[in-house]
């Protein structure tokens, strides 16, 4: 379902993607390694609380998230990573971890760092631990809109 959603929210755009299949894998790391994607091209998705409410942070698989820094960034009081079980039903059909970034789509704000929007090409998760996905950068931000900042 989340990456029929994914895919169809994309060919309704007109955008062109590849879909990657590669061995099972967990970290944003390895599955860069293993789809020959460079770490700083990976986009991870991480979920955060954000002051009582649920985001998506999207950052290559290289970085860190500095909760301090994003809270100071987007004006909250405090950030912390989201528990699983507070996330895992609104991405149906989607394995834990491997969640898409497009949270426009399942009603979270996105936001995204500035070391990957330097990205000509993104590639990331698509919902499963055996899929990637890859298109251009700047079809992601102009079709989620994720807000750019530091963390």
Known sequence: MSLERVTRYLDEHSVKYILLQHSQAYTAQEIAEAVHVSGRHFAKSVMVDIDGRLALVVLPATDRIDLQQLARSV??????????EDFKNRFPDCEVGAMPPFGNLFDMEVFVSPHLTQAETIAFNAGSHTEVMQLPYSAYERLVKPAEVAM
């Open 75 to 84: 004006g909250a009081r405090s950030v912390e990573l989201a528990k699983e």
